[in-house]
T-cell receptor, first 117, second 113 residues
Framework: GAVVSQHPSRVICKSGTSVKIECRSL??????MFWYRQFPKQSLMLMAT?????????EQGVEKDKFLINHASLTLSTLTVTSAHPEDSSFYIC?????????????FGQGTRLTVV | GENVGLHLPTLSVQEGDNSIINCAYS??????FIWYKQESGKGPQFIID?????DKRQGQRVTVLLNKTVKHLSLQIAATQPGDSAVYFC????????????FGQGTELSVKP
């Protein structure tokens, strides 16, 4: 099946700094990727839809200025957590569909564990 | 709808027994559902899917049942094995609304050897 890769898998950062998480589709082009956040013992919550070449679409309650999404190419989307605080500590997961759009399987990255200290 | 802030219910079964994991959804217009398995520290993994024109679908050791009347899904795992221990989520696949997935609450399955 198609592969979606996230990097880094784990990151620890100091409060107030910014962290960038990369999501790559390795063997297919993804015009749309999705970013989810998951707190311990909870479900995945969709944060935003990342659209190649255009602005991301954020879900209600997600601060677009805090969670910057860039989808500069058909194989790469990045999520930058700006001015991170301990409450941003979470598991961040991206997904992409192959081929883009339509009724096709969604593939997930392995997730990034962010710890803000 | 989304299930943010709710903690996962747990299900503990003996190895070899059958497991039944339940899920409720809220959007009566949803017509495509997927069950995912998530192991600790990893992303979700596709298990089985079902469309709303079906009420049952079988895979290898897994069966999904869909009751549209009460907006309920279940995942049955036959002869549960220790490797089945994970968190299981149902998801509404909004493929015709941009392709996002809306995840249910999830259930943590623990298999005792």
């Amino acid at each position: 099946g198609a592969v979606v890769s996230q990097h880094p898998s784990r990151v620890i950062c100091k409060s107030g700094t910014s962290v960038k998480i990369e999501c790559r589709s390795l063997d297919f082009q993804a015009t749309t990727m999705f970013w989810y956040r998951q707190f311990p013992k909870q479900s995945l919550m969709l944060m935003a839809t990342s659209n190649e070449g255009s602005k991301a679409t954020y879900e209600q309650g997600v601060e677009k200025d805090k969670f910057l999404i860039n989808h500069a190419s058909l194989t790469l989307s990045t999520l930058t957590v700006t001015s991170a605080h301990p409450e941003d500590s979470s598991f961040y997961i991206c997904s992409a569909r192959s081929p883009a759009g339509g009724n096709t399987e969604a593939f997930f990255g392995q997730g990034t564990r962010l710890t803000v200290v | 709808g989304e299930n943010v802030g709710l903690h996962l219910p747990t299900l503990s079964v003996q190895e070899g027994d059958n497991s039944i994991i339940n899920c409720a959804y809220s959007n009566s217009a949803s017509d495509y559902f997927i069950w995912y398995k998530q192991e600790s520290g990893k992303g979700p993994q596709f298990i089985i899917d079902i469309r709303s024109n079906m009420d049952k679908r079988q895979g290898q050791r897994v069966t999904v049942l869909l009751n549209k009347t009460v907006k309920h899904l279940s995942l049955q795992i036959a002869a549960t094995q220790p490797g089945d221990s994970a968190v299981y989520f149902c998801a509404e696949d909004l493929y015709n609304q941009g392709g996002k997935l809306i995840f249910g609450q999830g259930t943590e399955l623990s298999v005792k050897p």
